[in-house]
């Protein structure tokens, strides 16, 4: 008896032996089918390959603006010598990405599942669906975004990674400063955020450079400053609304108390001097 429980036993173990490597087979290729559904349902929910999705780019000359409606039905105004570059469509679940240089008051589609984000240079805002505006022009070495409606969270790259600057909700103006690399939150009037869009201009403490920087762009001139000392001389606070430039150089002129002058050419050249200075 003792043997033919033996034998029995010693059958049961080889059968579980020739079991064991098939059950392990099994339970490969049951690994390998799962590994390769996953890879294929990511595949399937990637953003199609760059070529498959032309991109498209709008450049405006100094004193245009443009509306641009994108394929999410975002609205777009940008501002004179900027330039906007975005996809033709964008991908239901993935980040509508743009890249803007200059200036621009967005209106962005609400799209949870979308993140709408705009590069600009280093900074990055980020969105789901509100109103806001960017001026980015390198030239100026002030980038700044301000929130009309929403909420947007702006970032800054350094060394590939994306560093949180600030939250900013309604009302709410970040300047980034890309020489130095210091930002600053302040608060400001909505209804100016985006009054460039109606040719309402407003300047606050901007120096004679940068005043005459902005009108270049919004009136499509060129000006020649022939004292450099003018630069810095003193901060203007102003606004322009529905003016020409010439209203616009006269006024600038009485708030320097007369020490500017100026004197505007037929090639949209305009000549700027100031007494006392070289």
């Known amino acids: 008896e003792f043997e033919e429980i033996l034998a029995k036993t010693e059958t049961g173990q080889q059968k579980k032996s020739k079991l064991f490597p098939v ?7 049951v690994l390998i089918c799962s590994a390769a559904l996953g890879w294929y349902a990511y595949q399937r929910n990637q953003v199609k390959p760059a070529e498959d999705i032309e991109m498209l780019s709008r450049t405006t000359h100094p004193g245009e603006k443009v509306k641009l409606i994108l394929s999410d039905s975002t609205v777009v105004y940008l501002s ?8 033709s469509r964008f991908v239901k679940g993935r980040n509508r990405n743009i890249r803007l240089n200059g200036e621009g008051f967005f209106e962005v589609k609400r799209d ?16 789901l669906g509100t109103s806001f505006n960017i001026s980015a022009y390198p030239t100026d070495h002030i980038f700044s975004v301000a929130v009309r409606t929403g909420k947007v969270r702006v970032s800054e790259i350094k060394k590939g990674v994306l560093i949180k600057l600030s939250l900013l909700t309604r009302g709410m103006k970040l300047d980034y400063n890309i020489q130095n690399q210091r930002y600053l939150v302040s608060t ?43 630069a810095n001389s003193r901060q203007f606070n102003a606004t322009f609304n529905q003016k020409s430039i010439k209203d616009v150089m006269e006024q600038v002129r009485m708030m320097s108390g007369g020490n500017i002058h100026y004197k505007i050419r037929t090639n949209s050249l305009i000549t700027v001097w100031g007494e006392g200075c070289k």
């Open 112 to 127: 949870t599942l979308s993140p709408f984000i705009v590069h600009s240079g280093k900074i990055q805002t980020r969105v």
């Open 80 to 87: 004179g010598s900027s330039t906007l570059e975005w996809p």
């Open 23 to 29: 059950l392990q087979y099994a339970a490969s290729i």
């Open 188 to 230: 400001v009037k909505v209804e100016e955020i985006n009054s460039w869009t109606a040719n309402r201009f407003i300047f606050k403490d901007a120096n004679l450079l940068t005043l005459l920087g902005k009108l270049e762009r919004y009136y499509n001139v060129r000006f020649e400053l022939k004292s450099p000392c003018l």
